[in-house]
């Protein structure tokens, strides 16, 4: 009779390992997601103690598996053990295994090595609190966007009666598949190299982003064109300080590779924020010289089509008291070109006011007069290459602005856009201009936390009270709110969303990327 009801029992306990077995660890190439692994019990003497097992899935964001990648299973166990004898003691124990994912990306461990008495624990009740790093080799590149190791606390057995919470997951991303002529290339779900999507870099303030940072920031849109076959290229430029008429001859060398590596099949391309004006001039140069780009399509991306917008005083500061590498990116051509009103030289362009006490010698902006000449020089070249405005006449070209066009709606209660404060003084605030509150997207945080310091004690420090503006919905799309886009198609987001940061693609903007992107790919090689 024990013995049928030892079997009847293991029977439901290997239904219940393979009803709780789906929750996995997802890893990407290039993209990874990672959820902790919920443990399973089988083979139990008594119900009320578990023998641990486990598991980690680990699967690409296009759910192909990814066999030979080792994760290190870190647990600490905080309850009861039961030896094979049947004695139990309280036990406190850290365990630490790696195991390696087979080929269909699954990798397990078992728990039940934890010393007790001079013999292995078999049986366990507690909790388990659990932590999976995943140890990549040298030379393996994955930026991870959660914070590892990832955690998890289990119970082991797990509650009958409570449901199993989902676990959580983390994000990384992985070195391209191959190169093309020197670009890095993501593949498409097929692995074939036959229609392929150009993604230029916009400015990159410090030239320290690198191709897969790139690609990361538009992984909604990345994930989707290569789960339906499409190849990514990225164009990442040695020195983004340069003009985009500077950077051009990259991009169309970079389209004509991959347009022949594609057997001369055509070739869409994304320009993310400059990169966007990169594209425009080196298409329309081409078409220009009599050599048209093999182009169908040319997708902009929250492209400063007019310009972007930083406060002249915010860089006159900036140039004066920041750091060495703030100064470069804000002297460099790239930001005289792409800012609508570039501060210049602060010691000819702007005059400075003291404040604060004698022996601080700071001082700040009271009058600016900004410097155009290299924003106007250039619009003003790009315009005149063609009739079309500086638009490709044989590309259809589409646009994506990053804010609404008529209301920014981001929680501003303040008019003061900077604050500073010193000792024994009331400090200094720059309000707002009306090109900070404009409908758009808004610069980074990355780059506003540039702008926050804090002395010991609060004595002294400065922040930005206000998100400003960076590219404005009107520049985006190249046209006032009662003004038609120059565009066949475009995208803004609705005007009770909350304004979102220039860096950063919402889910309507990237579903619109994909439509128009597919329109115009074109069938697999395999299919014509």
Same mark, same amino acid.
């Not at 030379?139 to 991870?144: I, N, S, Y």
């Not at 290569?226 to 290229?233: P, S, T």
């Not at 405005?389 to 602005?401: E, I």
């Given at each position: 009779?024990?013995?049928?009801?030892?079997?009847?029992?293991?029977?439901?306990?290997?239904?219940?390992?393979?009803?709780?077995?789906?929750?996995?660890?997802?890893?990407?190439?290039?993209?990874?997601?990672?959820?902790?692994?919920?443990?399973?019990?089988? &083979?139990?003497?008594?119900?009320?103690?578990?023998?641990?097992?486990?598991?980690?899935?680990?699967?690409?964001?296009?759910?192909?598996? *990814?066999?030979?990648? $080792?994760?290190?299973?870190?647990?600490?166990?905080?309850?009861?053990?039961?030896?094979?004898?049947?004695?139990?003691?309280?036990?406190?124990?850290? !365990?630490?295994?790696?195991? +390696?994912?087979?080929?269909?990306?699954?990798?397990?461990?078992?728990?039940?090595?934890?010393?007790?008495?001079?013999?292995?624990?078999?049986?366990?009740?507690?909790?388990?609190?659990?932590?999976?790093?995943?140890?990549?080799?040298?030379?393996?590149?994955?930026?991870?966007?959660?914070?590892?190791?990832?955690?998890?606390?289990?119970?082991?057995?797990?509650?009958?009666?409570?449901?199993?919470?989902?676990?959580?997951?983390?994000?990384?991303?992985?070195?391209?598949?191959?190169?093309?002529?020197?670009?890095? $290339?993501? *593949?498409?779900?097929?692995?074939?190299?036959?229609?392929?999507?150009?993604?230029?870099?916009?400015?990159?303030?410090?030239?320290?982003? +690198?191709?897969?940072?790139?690609?990361?920031?538009?992984?909604?849109?990345?994930?989707?064109?290569?789960?339906? &076959?499409?190849?990514?290229?990225?164009?990442?430029?040695?020195?983004?300080?340069?003009?985009?008429?500077?950077?051009?001859?990259?991009?169309?060398?970079?389209?004509?590779?991959?347009?022949?590596?594609?057997?001369?099949?055509?070739?869409?391309?994304?320009?993310?924020?400059?990169?966007?004006?990169?594209?425009? @001039?080196?298409?329309?140069?081409?078409?220009?010289?009599?050599?048209?780009?093999?182009?169908?399509?040319?997708?902009?991306?929250?492209?400063?089509?007019? &310009?972007?917008?930083?406060?002249?005083?915010?860089?006159?500061?900036? *140039?004066? =008291?920041?750091?060495?590498?703030?100064?470069?990116?804000?002297?460099?051509?790239?930001?005289?070109?792409?800012?609508?009103?570039?501060? &210049?030289?602060?010691?000819?362009?702007?005059?400075?006011?003291?404040?604060?006490?004698?022996?601080?010698?700071?001082?700040?902006?009271?009058?600016?007069?900004?410097? +155009?000449?290299?924003?106007?020089?250039?619009?003003?070249?790009?315009?005149?290459?063609?009739?079309?405005?500086?638009?490709?006449?044989?590309?259809?070209?589409?646009?994506?602005?990053?804010?609404?066009?008529?209301?920014?709606?981001?929680?501003?209660?303040?008019?003061?856009?900077?604050?500073?404060?010193?000792? @024994?003084?009331?400090?200094?605030?720059?309000?707002?201009?009306? !090109?900070?509150?404009?409908?758009?997207?808004?610069?980074?945080?990355?780059?506003?936390?540039?702008?926050?310091? =804090?002395?010991? *004690?609060?004595?002294?420090?400065? =922040?930005?009270?206000?998100?400003?503006?960076?590219?404005?919905?009107?520049?985006?799309?190249?046209?006032?709110?009662? !003004?038609?886009?120059?565009?066949?198609?475009? =995208?803004?987001?609705?005007?009770?969303?909350?304004?979102?940061?220039?860096?950063?693609?919402?889910?309507?903007?990237?579903?619109?990327?994909?439509? !128009?992107?597919?329109?115009?790919?074109?069938?697999?090689?395999?299919?014509?």
């Amino acid at each position: 009779m024990f013995r049928n009801v030892r079997r009847a029992w293991q029977r439901g306990a290997r239904s219940w390992l393979l009803a709780t077995a789906a929750p996995i660890l997802w890893m990407a190439r290039p993209s990874v997601a990672a959820a902790l692994p919920v443990p399973v019990f089988a &083979g139990s003497p008594d119900a009320a103690y578990g023998e641990g097992v486990l598991r980690a899935r680990v699967l690409d964001r296009l759910g192909r598996p *990814l066999p030979g990648l $080792v994760l290190r299973f870190e647990a600490d166990l905080r309850g009861v053990a039961r030896d094979a004898s049947g004695e139990t003691a309280s036990i406190v124990h850290t !365990e630490t295994q790696t195991a +390696t994912t087979d080929g269909t990306g699954l990798a397990v461990v078992r728990l039940a090595r934890s010393p007790h008495r001079g013999q292995s624990t078999r049986w366990f009740r507690g909790s388990v609190d659990v932590r999976v790093t995943p140890v990549l080799p040298p030379g393996r590149e994955m930026t991870f966007l959660a914070p590892l190791p990832l955690r998890q606390t289990l119970q082991i057995p797990p509650p009958v009666t409570e449901p199993q919470l989902p676990p959580p997951a983390l994000v990384a991303f992985e070195a391209p598949d191959t190169t093309v002529d020197g670009f890095p $290339v993501w *593949l498409g779900r097929d692995n074939v190299l036959d229609r392929m999507v150009v993604v230029l870099e916009g400015f990159d303030l410090y030239n320290r982003y +690198t191709a897969t940072d790139n690609i990361r920031m538009v992984a909604p849109a990345a994930d989707a064109l290569r789960a339906r &076959g499409l190849d990514l290229l990225v164009v990442n430029f040695p020195d983004s300080h340069q003009p985009p008429d500077a950077l051009a001859p990259l991009a169309a060398r970079a389209i004509r590779a991959a347009s022949r590596v594609a057997g001369d099949r055509l070739v869409a391309v994304a320009g993310l924020s400059a990169g966007g004006l990169v594209a425009r @001039w080196a298409l329309v140069e081409a078409e220009e010289g009599g050599t048209p780009l093999p182009v169908p399509l040319l997708v902009l991306l929250d492209t400063p089509n007019r &310009g972007a917008n930083l406060h002249p005083a915010l860089q006159a500061m900036t *140039l004066r =008291y920041g750091a060495r590498e703030d100064k470069a990116a804000l002297r460099s051509q790239a930001a005289r070109v792409l800012l609508a009103a570039h501060v &210049g030289d602060p010691a000819a362009n702007v005059v400075w006011k003291k404040v604060g006490p004698p022996f601080a010698d700071r001082r700040v902006p009271a009058r600016w007069t900004p410097d +155009t000449s290299a924003h106007q020089a250039f619009f003003a070249r790009l315009r005149v290459w063609n009739d079309n405005n500086g638009y490709p006449k044989k590309t259809r070209t589409v646009a994506v602005a990053n804010g609404s066009r008529r209301v920014r709606r981001d929680g501003v209660t303040s008019p003061d856009l900077f604050r500073m404060w010193l000792p @024994w003084t009331s400090g200094w605030t720059l309000p707002c201009a009306e !090109e900070d509150l404009r409908p758009g997207s808004l610069l980074p945080p990355d780059y506003r936390n540039r702008f926050r310091a =804090y002395f010991p *004690l609060g004595i002294a420090g400065a =922040y930005l009270r206000t998100a400003p503006t960076f590219v404005s919905a009107e520049s985006a799309l190249d046209a006032g709110p009662d !003004e038609s886009p120059p565009f066949s198609a475009w =995208y803004a987001r609705a005007d009770d969303l909350p304004a979102l940061s220039h860096d950063d693609v919402d889910r309507g903007a990237a579903a619109f990327v994909v439509r !128009e992107i597919l329109r115009n790919a074109g069938p697999p090689a395999a299919s014509r």
